[in-house]
């Protein structure tokens, strides 16, 4: 079949993928709503055309924190590429390069921070950070990042306890013998996760400062109240995310949100968004919306189970 829209890479996936990893990869908190209700929200939202406009050149280059990537659609960070391919996040990084965009590498990478820089050299990627309660575990990750060339730092703020996700919970979910948490191996037993840091608050903001030179950007904002404690404390840009819906069910649609974020921040920081983003309208939905860039999650993840 050909490949012609995502929804043709996520139904390979679903139909080639092991169970436990497609449940895992599609899961949403509870039931779901707020999953699913990023996609639906788009449908929503209508465009008003204007016509007989010369539109015979198109750029859609932008920058991220002045850096340019080729058009306004980054990769999310997600954790446990090599779940969909055994290259993981290798491919990843080297796919973020060809196409000439940014790739956010997580925390939960199948594939070390070292690996990943030396598969895409010159790339443009993040380091996303979740902060753990062994705070060293959690400095020495940010440093490494720094050192290798990642050029900023996504702090997701939207986990302080793992959402509840009903199939995972069924399946007994944990990663296969041969894939390791890379970037933690000796720091935690993989599987459980409770030694994220439920403490974190956003004077730690100020401490990640004290740790790295690079720019901060807050991952799990959904709030014009969350906005401008961000802008206050100095982040230089704001990741609109409910976290795929994994997180708090019954939550707002990110896209729904972005309008409050953008308002409140009014340009003194750059806003992204993630979640939902599924069509090229989807994402110019975004862009007029007040979106500096979109980033994607799950399709990423379907293009690694494909190919």
Not at 112 to 132: D, K, N, V
């Amino acid at each position: 079949m050909a490949m012609v829209c995502l929804s043709d890479f996520e139904a390979h996936a679903k139909k080639y993928l092991p169970k436990i990893a497609w449940d895992f990869f599609a899961a949403g908190a509870d039931d779901c709503s707020t999953r699913d209700e990023n996609i639906l929200a788009y449908k929503r939202i209508h465009f008003r055309p204007r016509m007989l406009r010369d539109v015979s050149r198109m750029d859609i280059r932008t920058k991220l924190l002045g850096t340019e990537i080729s058009f306004p659609v980054g990769i999310a960070p997600t954790g446990f590429h090599q779940l969909a391919w055994p290259d993981g996040e290798k491919s990843t990084a080297r796919a973020a390069k060809v196409m000439n965009t940014c790739y956010i590498a997580s925390t939960y990478s199948t594939c070390t921070l070292e690996e990943i820089s030396a598969a895409a050299p010159g790339g443009l990627r993040w380091f996303q950070l979740y902060i753990h309660r062994n705070r060293v575990v959690s400095q020495q990750l940010v440093q490494r990042a720094e050192a290798l060339g990642f050029q900023g730092l996504v702090l997701t703020a939207d986990l302080p306890y793992t959402g509840k996700r009903h199939d995972d919970i069924r399946n007994g979910f944990c990663l296969p013998p041969h894939m390791k948490l890379k970037n933690l191996e000796g720091a935690f037993e993989v599987c459980k996760m409770s030694l994220l840091d439920p403490s974190v608050t956003w004077n730690d903001i100020y401490w990640l400062r004290s740790l790295t030179h690079l720019p901060i950007i807050i991952k799990g904002i959904l709030t014009k109240e969350d906005a401008e404690l961000a802008v206050r404390h100095g982040v230089q840009g704001i990741i609109v995310s409910n976290h795929g819906g994994r997180q708090l069910d019954g939550g707002p649609a990110t896209i729904d949100a972005l309008v409050e974020v953008v308002e409140a921040v009014q340009g003194r920081v750059e806003v992204y968004l993630d979640g939902g983003i599924r069509k090229g309208s989807d994402v110019l939905k975004a862009l007029a919306l007040g979106a500096k860039c979109v980033f994607i999650g799950r399709p990423a993840l379907w293009g690694l189970a494909y190919k």
